[in-house]
């Protein structure tokens, strides 16, 4: 999927790329009425060589982006939702993952081709064999918090 959309990105003339770059600080309009926002100003800094096609910047080097709509599709952790000061709300479920790499004892070297999982009986499980590359797999079991601590 992502070579799909960078290649897609690449065939249009207005997008800049700017790779190995995180956003470290984001500066909002003040909310008067939500459909009259003013732009948004991302400090992005660069962590090693990046590639723009505005031009690349220096390790380490901040670069101020305008935006009128952010996009916060930074994972768990978002920098972006911190930044813009959004809360969130959770709850647990008494698990945990455990997990793991492991090489395959399969010499044909390619891992498995699709991923595998099993539902195992409440409380525990589901476990799950996921293909990585070379021959390695990844292990994903999630079981009580106890149990995962073992
Ligand atoms: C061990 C494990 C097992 C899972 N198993 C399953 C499963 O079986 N089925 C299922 O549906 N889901 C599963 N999930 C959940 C699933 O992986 C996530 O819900 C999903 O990946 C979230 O996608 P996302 O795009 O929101 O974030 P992510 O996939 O986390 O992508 C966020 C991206 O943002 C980048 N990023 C982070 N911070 C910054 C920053 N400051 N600046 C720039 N970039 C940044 C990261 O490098 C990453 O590339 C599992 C998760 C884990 C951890």
Redesign the pocket.
């Known amino acids: 999927m992502q070579a799909a959309v960078y290649e897609a990105l690449g065939q249009t003339a207005d997008v800049d790329l700017l790779f190995h ?3 470290t600080a984001l500066d909002l309009p003040a909310p008067t009425a939500a459909h009259a926002l003013g732009p948004a100003h991302a400090t992005i800094t660069t962590t090693s060589a990046s590639t723009s096609a505005a031009g690349a910047g220096s390790p380490g080097e901040p670069k101020t982006v305008r935006a009128r709509l952010v996009v916060g ?8 939702r911190r930044l813009a000061g959004l809360g969130t709300w959770g709850w647990g479920y008494g698990q945990d ?1 455990v ?1 793991c790499t492991v090489r395959l004892a399969d010499d044909s070297n390619n891992g498995p081709a699709t991923a595998w ?1 099993r539902y195992l009986t409440h409380p525990a499980g589901p476990v ?1 064999l996921l293909p990585l590359w070379g021959g390695y797999a990844s292990v ?1 079991w999630s079981c009580p918090t106890p149990d995962a601590q073992v």
Do not use: C
């Open positions: 770059a995180t956003v599709a930074d994972g768990g952790a978002s920098a972006v993952a997990v999982q799950a994903v």
